[in-house]
């Protein structure tokens, strides 16, 4: 085991862009690691630099307190997983269990106690004889993870491991990724861009977007108090609803709502609203008027999607082929989740009560989040 | 999942070949009345010196030839192991076309996997380069050729077959392509798991990569085998020749014994034919997919 240690490196492919633009990132021993954000970030990159699949561009990586650049893969002593899992269809899942240890001349019986031992945690027993090809996509990930397993590695580095799983299967993988971690705790770096994984899983979360990381933190801090307007529109889900306001004169306006606002005047803010954080209400408080349009029950809360008087703004967190809700005249389409109880009728029209605590502002100048 | 599917059928295409189904095997389609006259057209030369084979020397020279067999000479197969050293050319053939075989898969692998997969100054130039060479005919290269093999002392000995031939253009560039479509991960894996450049090449990359080295195997062996304008350069002595070459003496300045010669043809020809009848879908693998003589 082993901490990892990225510093101001940079990975260019071609001249003109850097897919990874200076990284400085540090995983600390046995901590659980995860890079998120949209594809096309940087994150696999960063996650091959660590591998030794490619070299960086300029920056130093180390591991476990050696400078790796210029040292082969193999003698990085790392384990990765790969998104296709990458196993070996000629060979048995014993001898894909066995690979990596028999490359590295241990001695016979002890690869056999690694790969019984790996194969009684992950439950691999009875297909110990089997070719990949005979395997479910869900075994063939245990396999790949019990391939990283066996080497007893300074780092695992998994690569969307879940992402080819049924959504079902991929919820119980999850439960079961953790479980190993708590249990061998092993340094970890894990690539995804589920946000539910990376919320779940992870110690601390990278968030990054355009080969640069945009915020760094627990799960709940990322969620609590995002840095700026990407990261904002990233991590939640639904996301985040995000209108076009103002703070003057010690009053944040949006719309006909106005709240309390004790920071200085910013003519041109985003004002971000939860979605878990708007509720109905019928009490006076601060609140948004709101026209029910789609409503979507989940058993334990209903997403409601409406509009409301303004204007939204983007994040830059959108998917590419992400279509917003089209929204008619000075209307902005936004997300509410309800209680089961609260469900509303498509058409209805009612007031979402905003709590001015937890209410986040964005420069729009800047992007970044206004303290206060 | 595409990727996923790419491994899979790469494990498929490492396993060994199925039978086709029997169903619908025989079913009639009006090609057949296209393709039958052809397989006849083509047939007619074999069974002739099959036929011729088995003839006096005087039925030999009857006009119009028979086709139908009057007699059964297979004594003249006897005359043919006797009258020169048959067994003798027969094995020099089958050692200089295994050395050329064994040199194609391993050299061909080599450089194909280097081209397919690691970044090299200069890689893409001298790849063409390499590819440039299948266009330039033998008979423009024969006397530098010749020279090059006289400088190692080889003429007159087989290694002066097997040294030119145990790489090719042809297997580099097949082997590049294939090795190109399998997927890189496995690599990458083999890599991070341990295995060093070669280890890859032949632990994960060669395994999975039967169907193209069976291909390699089968078009290297036919060309050795049938290969006469190089032995005739090279080879003086009797004892050095191959059977391509000794069938040739069998053709007289003044008289030719056509059955003996033809008898030496069909044994030169059964490990060929064996070869074709197992390997058949080898042969159409290499010439389909690389769009090159076969």
Known sequence: MAEVRLEHVTKRFSESVAALDDLTLEVGDGEFLILVGPSGCGKTTALRLVAGLEKPSSGTIAIGGRIVNDVTPRDRDIAMVFQNYALYPHMT??????????????????????????????????????????????????????????????????????????????????????????????????????????????DRIVVMSNGRVQQI?????????????????????????????????????????????????????????????????????????????????LGNEVVVHGTTAGTAVESGAEEEAEIPLVAEGARAAITAVFEPADEPAPGERMRLGVVPERVHLFDLRTREAIGR | MSEIQTIELAARAAEEPKGQPTAGRFLFSSWHLVLIPIAVVMVIPLVWMLVTSLQTLDETRHYPPTIVPTSLEFRNYADVLQQAPFARWFVNTLLVTIACVAGNLLFCSLAGYAFARIRFFGREVVFVLILATLMVPFQVIIIPTFLIVRTFHLIDTLGALI????????????????????????EEAARIDGASRLGVLFKIVLPLSGPALATLAVITFMWTWNDFLWPLITIYSPNNMTIQLGLATFQGAHQTNTNLLMAANVMSMIPVLLLFFFAQRYFIRGIATTGLKG
């Open chain 1, 93 to 202: 899942v014993y001898k894909n269990l066995a690979f990596g240890l028999k490359e590295r001349h241990t001695p016979k019986p002890e690869i056999e106690r690694r790969v019984r031992e790996a194969s009684g945690i992950l439950g691999l027993d009875d297909l110990l004889r089997r070719r990949p090809a005979q395997l479910s996509g869900g075994q063939r990930q245990r396999v790949a993870m019990g391939r990283a397993l066996v080497r007893e590695p300074k780092a695992f580095l998994l690569d969307e491991p879940l992402s080819n799983l049924d959504a079902k299967l991929r919820v119980q993988m999850r439960a079961e990724l953790k479980r190993i971690h708590q249990r061998l705790g092993i340094t970890t770096i894990y690539v995804t861009h589920d946000q539910v994984e990376a919320m779940t899983l992870g």
């Open chain 1, 217 to 297: 933190g627990k799960p709940q801090d990322v969620y609590r108090r995002p840095k700026n307007l990407f990261v904002a529109g990233f991590i939640g889900s639904p996301p985040m609803n995000l209108l076009r306001g103002h703070c003057t004169d010690g009053r944040i306006r949006l719309g006909e709502l106005e709240l309390p606002w004790s920071g200085p005047d910013a003519p041109e803010v985003a004002v971000g609203l939860r979605p878990e954080d708007l509720r109905p209400t019928q009490d006076g408080g601060p609140s948004l008027e709101f026209v029910v349009d789609v409503v979507e029950p």
């Open chain 2, 163 to 186: 040294l030119p031939n145990l790489a090719g253009a042809f297997g580099i560039f097949m082997l590049r392509q294939f090795f190109r479509t399998l997927p890189v991960e496995l």
